[in-house]
C-alpha cells in the first residue's frame, strides 16, 4: 500500500471549489501585494491564536527573524534554543548577530527545562522554546526562568498551530513566530508565516520591518526587509482556515489510533501530558534498528521520515559558534532512534493499520 508521509492532495481535492474560486477572485482583481485579504487572513489568525495582533510575512524564518528584531535581539546577545530541532530555529539568530546557545531536549523531544538555567549568562538575552511536532514545550517553567532573568521569549509555532498548553492557545508568552510552508498544520501554495503577539509595540514595528521599513508609501524610517506575506497566499490561507480546527482534530484522532496499535510493544509513542494538547504536526515513535526498520516501511511503499537527524550542534553552519565540550546525549539518542510515520488528517483507519502491521513486524525481526 503506498501512503506518504504527507498528502497534499487529498486535502485540495477537498475543498478544491472553495480554493479556486478565492484565487480567482484575487486574480481578478490583480491586487497582489498586502491589502484586504491579507488583513482580513491575519484578523482571523490572531483570532484563532486568542490573541490581538498577527503580521504575515514571506516565511516561518522571517517570522523568526523580524520578531526578535522587533523584541530588540542585537549584536552579541546570546539566545538559548533547543539542539533538536529544525535549522531554522536559530537561522535568524545568527543572521542578526546573536549567538544560539543550544540546549539539550528531554523525553518528550522538546527543550529540557532543568538544562536551561545553567546555560544562562550575563549576555542571555532571548530564549527560544520550540513547539516540537506540534506539542507545547514546558511552557510555564520556561517563563518563569525568562522572568526571573530577565529574557526575552519568543516561541517558533511553525508547527503547533492551534496547540494549547494548560487550555491556552500558543503563543502563550510575548510572541510567536508560525509558517505556512505547505507541508505544515496549514499550509500556503508556496511560502509564508505570521508573527502573533498581543503587544502593540512589536505588531506595528512588524508591520513597517515586513515593507522596507516604510511608514507610508514614500518615507522609510528604518531599513526593513521585504518580507510580506502574498494576497493569493493569504486567501488561500483564509480558506484553509476555516477548516483547521476540523483538520487538527482529524490529526489528533490519527494520533490516537496510532498510539492504541503501537503503546503495548517495543516501539515507544510519543509521550501524553494532560498539560499540553498536541497537534500532531508529526507523529514521532521511537525504535532500535531505525535505519534497518525505515527501510522496511518503505519497501512496503510507507513514507517514513526523520525530523531531524542531525542535531543543531552538528550542523556544519553553526560548529564555529557551539562550544565542543558542550554534551547533547538525549538529542542525540532521539535523533538516531526516531521514525515519522505517516501524519495528515486525510489518513484513512486502514492505512494507519497497515503502517503498524509493517513497523510491529519489522520490530521482531
Ligand atoms: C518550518 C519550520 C521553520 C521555518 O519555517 P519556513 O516557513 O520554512 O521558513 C522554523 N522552525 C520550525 C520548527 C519549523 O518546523
Redesign the pocket.
Known amino acids: 500500500m503506498k501512503i506518504p508521509l504527507v498528502d497534499l492532495k487529498r486535502q485540495y481535492q477537498s475543498i478544491k471549489e472553495e480554493i479556486d474560486s478565492a484565487m480567482s477572485e484575487i486574480i481578478e482583481n490583480t491586487s497582489f501585494i498586502l491589502g484586504k485579504p491579507v488583513e482580513e487572513f491575519e484578523q482571523n489568525f490572531a483570532k484563532f491564536c486568542n490573541a490581538k495582533y498577527a503580521v504575515g510575512v514571506g516565511?516561518?524564518?522571517d517570522a523568526?527573524k523580524l520578531a526578535l528584531e522587533c523584541m530588540g535581539l542585537s549584536k552579541g546577545d546570546e539566545v538559548l534554543a533547543p539542539t533538536h530541532?529544525?535549522f531554522?530555529?536559530v537561522e535568524p539568530v545568527v543572521q542578526l548577530g546573536a549567538k544560539p546557545v543550544l540546549v539539550d531536549a528531554d523525553e518528550t523531544f522538546n527543550i529540557d527545562v532543568n538544562q536551561i538555567e545553567k546555560k544562562i549568562t550575563p549576555k542571555t538575552k532571548a530564549i527560544i522554546p520550540?513547539h516540537?511536532y506540534g506539542r507545547p514545550a514546558e511552557m510555564q517553567v520556561i517563563n518563569e526562568i525568562a522572568e526571573k532573568h530577565n529574557l526575552l521569549v519568543l516561541e517558533?509555532c511553525?508547527?503547533s498551530h492551534g496547540a494549547e498548553y494548560k487550555g491556552k492557545r500558543v503563543p502563550i508568552s510575548t510572541a510567536g513566530a508560525f509558517?505556512f510552508?505547505p507541508g505544515?498544520n496549514i499550509g500556503a501554495f508556496g511560502?509564508g508565516?505570521a508573527i502573533v503577539t498581543n503587544d502593540s509595540e512589536i505588531y506595528d514595528k512588524a508591520k513597517m520591518l515586513r515593507n522596507h521599513g516604510r511608514s507610508n508609501k514614500f518615507q522609510s524610517d528604518f531599513i526593513g526587509y521585504n518580507s510580506r506575506l502574498d494576497a493569493l497566499q493569504a486567501a488561500i490561507l483564509d480558506v484553509k482556515l476555516k477548516h483547521l480546527e476540523e483538520w487538527t482534530d482529524m490529526r489528533i484522532k490519527n494520533a490516537k489510533i496510532y498510539t492504541e496499535l503501537l503503546q503495548d510493544s517495543e516501539v515507544v509513542v510519543p509521550a501524553s501530558d494532560a498539560n499540553c494538547k498536541s497537534v500532531f504536526h508529526l507523529y514521532v515513535v521511537r525504535v532500535k534498528n531505525r535505519d534497518r526498520i525505515i527501510n522496511k516501511l518503505k519497501e512496503q511503499g510507507i513514507g517514513a521520515g526523520i525530523h531531524y537527524p542531525e542535531p543543531l550542534h552538528t550542523q556544519n553552519a553553526l560548529k564555529y559558534l557551539i562550544d565542543t565540550k558542550q554534551k547533547f546525549p538525549v538529542a542525540e539518542k532521539i535523533c538516531s532512534e526516531i521514525v515519522s510515520l505517516p501524519m495528515f488528517p486525510e489518513l484513512k483507519k486502514e492505512e494507519i493499520e497497515f503502517v503498524c502491521d509493517t513497523l510491529l513486524d519489522a520490530t521482531k525481526r
Open positions: 516565511n516561518g524564518t523568526l530541532t529544525f531554522a530555529t520550540v516540537i517558533d511553525c508547527q509558517s510552508f505544515k511560502d508565516g
